[in-house]
Structure formats: structure tokens, C-alpha cells
């Protein structure tokens, strides 16, 4: 078994709970390739990279890529601020027409007068992802398309690999974990999604998707509460309902007010997008929460 005397270690056997980590099943090879940088060509993470129209509609992240796009070039351009962020009248604009997961605009606009770019988190985050996607750029004081953009409007279909990869393993995702735990678990993204591949078709809370996908630091696992579900929600979870990748509900906990409890599963499109060349050890079981 994969990483049998770390398992053995009385701190990771108190984490764990019973539960036994997903990534138990692999081989030690390929443990040690989904750990690796992504690889474009024959690495064992594969993303499909000819999606349908539907596909490519029930990602949140690239069905509104897609509209912002549209926009710029529709528009011959979009107007930013000296500090490269979209104006207060393109965020009003393009506030009509994106919408995100879990996001409660109403909410989240409810004590601002005015809206910057970085206050409306879901086309901030779209425009920094067309940017590194090289789909748009800042030239003269706008947001202008690329001719890379043009053919992913008429072409779609690699658009939300291309974004996913961006996202998990470009950006420091941090932010959304609240800075928490440093760089975990992001920087085990590869092991994360595998586990979540032969681990989450049922409905799992996460703190058994913590410990079911994640590889603990034994330093990690001290202190007066269990921050490693936050960081892990905030950088893998909540990130994967962006891509239309999985699938959230919540519960109230009953001896809290304002707690509730996260259940996450796969989407139909986690699959679609998704494949692995691994080999495991023995077969997986069936896991539920």
C-alpha cells in the first residue's frame, strides 16, 4: 500500500478517522506522476479538449469567458482603469449578464455604492483567466481580443480544459482558503482530482473529501481547530463548482445557527473533461459520506 508507514503515524491516524485516503489505491508510479507538473502530451491526467456546445455551457467559468469575449469584441474593445481593471460602467454592464454558483449578488453588492472589478469576484476572475488564456489583453487603455479569441468562439470546445489548467495550475488560489495552509492543497491537484474521480459520484461532506483526496502535512495537523476542509473547499472545491466540474449542497447543523454542513459530488462533466492513464493496486471501493 501506497505511503503505508505515513499512515501508520498516530497524527494522521486521528485525522483520518477510519477513512482511508482514496489515493491508497495507486501504485507508487503513478502516485508519484499525478504529483508531477502537467504534462500537454502523456501525462496521466488527460483533458478532453473537444467538448460539445452543452459541455461547454454547464461551465460556469467558460460559459461566461465566452460572454466576455463576446463582449470585447462585439464592442471593439471594453474600457480598463490605470490599474488594469475593467471600468465601474462595463462591471454595472457586464453585471446583467454573468452569472455564477453560489454567488449571491444581491448579497455581495448590498453595502457598495459603486462596484470595482475585484467587488464582482465572478468577472474578475473570468478576465483574469482570459488574459492568461492570451484570449484578451490590455492595449490602449482597453480590453481587446486576440485572434486566439476569435477561434475560440467559433471553436469552443478546448476552452474549458484550457481554463481549468489555468486556474488549478497557474493561479495561487489562496485567496478563496483564506490563506490557510499555505500552498495545500493545490499543489497536489493531480492526486485531488483522481481521488474525486473514483470518490465523489455520491453525495460526500468536506471533511470526508478532505481526507479521502488530500495528502496531509504532519505539521498541519495541530492547533486548536481543523482548518484542513477550509483549505481545501476554498481552493479545489469551491473552484471545481466554477468549472461546472461538481455539483454543492449544504445543510444546517442543528446545534449551530449559522453553521451549515458542505456535501459536494461529480457532474456528468467532471468525466467528460476528465481522464487518467493510472494504474492501481487493487480496485477502489465505493465510497460514501
Known amino acids: 500500500m501506497v505511503a503505508e508507514d505515513f499512515l501508520h503515524d498516530a497524527r494522521v491516524r486521528e485525522w483520518l478517522g477510519g477513512i482511508e485516503p482514496a489515493w491508497t489505491l495507486l501504485t507508487f508510479d503513478s502516485l508519484r506522476a499525478l504529483r508531477q507538473p502537467l504534462s500537454t502530451s502523456d501525462g ?23 460572454i466576455l469575449i463576446k463582449r470585447v469584441v462585439e464592442s471593439a474593445g471594453l474600457a480598463v482603469t490605470a490599474t488594469g481593471n475593467l471600468t465601474r460602467a462595463v462591471v454595472a454592464e457586464m453585471s446583467k449578464v454573468i452569472d455564477w454558483p453560489d454567488y449571491d449578488q444581491a448579497d455581495a453588492f448590498r453595502f457598495s455604492k459603486v462596484i470595482n472589478e475585484p467587488d464582482f469576484m465572478p468577472l474578475h476572475i473570468v478576465r483574469l483567466l482570459c488574459e492568461a488564456a492570451g484570449l484578451v489583453k490590455i492595449k490602449r487603455g482597453k480590453l481587446v481580443a486576440t485572434p486566439n479569441a476569435k477561434q ?34 493545490q499543489d497536489d491537484i493531480g492526486i485531488a482530482l483522481w481521488s474525486l474521480s473514483v470518490c465523489g459520484n455520491d453525495w460526500q ?59 459536494y459530488r461529480k457532474t456528468r462533466l467532471f468525466d467528460r473533461l476528465l481522464t487518467f492513464a493510472v494504474e492501481i493496486e487493487r480496485a477502489p471501493v465505493r465510497y460514501r459520506h
Not at 496521466?44 to 461566461?64: E, G, K, M, Y
Not at 488549478?168 to 488560489?173: A, T
Not at 489562496?174 to 490557510?180: E, K, N, Q
Open 44 to 66: 496521466p491526467i488527460r483533458f478532453a479538449t473537444n467538448l460539445t456546445a452543452d459541455d461547454v455551457q454547464a461551465s460556469p467559468a467558460a460559459r461566461n469567458a465566452l
Open 152 to 185: 475560440r468562439l467559433a471553436e469552443p470546445g478546448g476552452l474549458v480544459a484550457l481554463l481549468a489548467q489555468i486556474a488549478f495550475w497557474r493561479f495561487d488560489l489562496s485567496y478563496f482558503a483564506r490563506g490557510l495552509l499555505g500552498s495545500w492543497p
Open 205 to 263: 461532506s468536506a471533511e470526508n473529501l478532505t481526507r479521502l483526496c488530500t495528502i496531509p502535512r504532519l505539521e498541519m495537523l495541530t492547533g486548536d481547530w481543523d482548518r484542513t476542509p477550509f483549505a481545501f473547499e476554498g481552493r479545489i472545491l469551491r473552484p471545481l463548482l466554477w468549472f461546472g466540474l461538481l455539483d454543492h449542497r449544504d445543510e444546517q447543523i442543528t446545534e449551530s445557527r449559522f453553521s451549515k454542513r458542505h456535501f
